[in-house]
């Protein structure tokens, strides 16, 4: 089967949750398929990076978008006005699209799959193919939490426009595609909701197990680490809400304790949490393998966001234990208490992290069971061969296009 992928954003390096998925996608489905990729960089010199997925992409194409440096006010305005979310309105790319019909007008792809909303405009217009979009999260799922956590002004107004107008807008893109995935079945049921005639299966984030193992040596034991993209905003809200409300709890029991926060472009705000005693801000590195497994206890302190977290995966491949917002953990099958330790206000989260550390004993349980977990239902060999079968009973609907 030839596969055609379009991603709003390069998966490689695979830093980031969404570029991890993409990436073993894409990686997965090479093994018996061919499978191509059409990503769009903000600059050329990433085309040169884009180039490491021929390793087992059969054809890489990629569409230079300049990122915007300030938007006009009148694009605000516009955001507003338009009876299209503001998210839709700043993804416009008509290089991406040129790109798009270009490469699909030849007759090459049996199927064409869109990662994220964001590219879903794009592929709708489709005829003739099988078409199906990978919904990472669910949208308006996020912009409704992310709405009541911003201050006032210019940037909450267009988020509060864009929780009205996103269900909509995703329920009349989302019934276009031949199938929609979902990453769990909270969001299944969230989008199934959204869109009652559209066709949703699951396809879960997963890890490479091979890749996150548990270390042979253990833990440090007053050591929390906490792995992300540090400049996505539920990721900065978290370390701000940890190290404010949470860090200064387990302090009280734990005074030795060091947090070592891990993960790329750290904004000013999570840097200038390194001036709190035992924070250590790591900042961007090209492996995150080793300060997980120098971690104690892994903390996932997230309240915002959708889909679920690839960070709790990989910390459970590698057998540690975990503490997690309710928020963090959704959508994945464990079971607290056993697999993880989920809990949402700073109290009990400082409780469930004082209780591991001071019990090496269930720490190590915790994590073998985490590991169990993991090489059941999440590890993206197996997650592969689902997308497989889903491709195999598809067929193209013709539909009425929608403008790009």
């Known amino acids: 089967m030839r596969i055609l992928m379009i991603s709003p954003y390069l998966p490689y390096p695979p830093l980031s949750g969404g570029q991890r998925r993409i990436y073993h996608l894409l990686r997965g489905l090479s093994a018996n398929h061919e499978v191509s990729l059409l990503t769009s960089v903000d600059d050329e010199s990433k085309c040169d990076l884009a180039s490491n997925l021929r390793e087992f992409c059969h054809e890489v194409f990629t569409a230079v978008v300049p990122p915007p440096t300030r938007r006009p006010f009148r694009e605000h305005i516009g955001g ?43 592929v709708v217009p489709l005829r ?19 709405v009541r956590h911003l201050s006032p002004g210019v940037g909450q107004l267009l988020t509060l426009s864009d929780v009205i107008k996103l269900p909509s807008y995703e329920r009349r893109l989302l019934e276009r595609f031949d199938h929609c995935l979902a990453v769990s079945e909270v969001d299944a049921q969230q989008l199934r909701t959204l869109a009652p005639r559209a066709r949703v299966s699951v396809i879960p984030n997963g890890v490479d197990s091979d890749e996150f193992y548990p270390s042979v040596e253990g833990g440090e034991p007053n050591r929390l680490v906490f792995t992300a993209k540090l ?29 070592l926060i891990v993960g790329e472009q750290p904004p000013p705000e999570v840097s200038a949490l390194k001036t709190l005693s035992g924070v250590e801000v790591i900042g961007s590195v090209p492996d995150t393998r080793p300060y997980l497994a120098s971690a104690a206890v892994v903390v996932v302190p997230v309240r915002l966001g959708s889909g679920t977290r690839i960070k709790v ?4 491949a590698m057998a540690k234990a975990v503490v997690s917002t309710s928020v963090g953990a959704e959508g ?44 059941q239902q999440y590890t993206w060999a197996g997650i592969s061969t689902r997308l497989e079968d889903i491709y195999q009973r598809i067929r193209p609907r013709e539909e009425a296009s929608v403008g790009g």
């Open 313 to 316: 995966l990989e910390a459970m």
């Open 128 to 146: 003739g193919i099988r078409k199906v979009i990978d919904m990472h999260n669910v949208e308006s799922t996020y912009y409704r939490r992310l």
């Open 231 to 259: 400049s996505y905003l539920p990721n900065i809200d978290a370390m701000l809400f940890f190290c404010r409300e949470v860090l200064p709890l387990i302090r009280k029991a734990a005074p030795d304790i060091r947090l």
């Open 332 to 375: 994945l099958d464990v079971r607290p208490g056993e697999d993880i330790e989920i809990e949402d206000s700073p109290a009990g989260f400082a409780e469930k992290v004082i209780g591991l550390l001071n019990n090496a004993e269930r720490r190590s349980c915790m994590g073998k069971r985490a590991r169990q977990a993991i090489m």
């Open 80 to 122: 507003l006005l338009s009876p299209e979310p503001y998210y839709r309105v700043v993804m416009r790319s008509f290089v991406l699209k040129t790109q798009l019909s270009r490469l699909v007008d030849g007759g090459t792809y049996d199927v064409v799959q869109a990662e994220h909303l964001a590219v879903a405009h794009l």
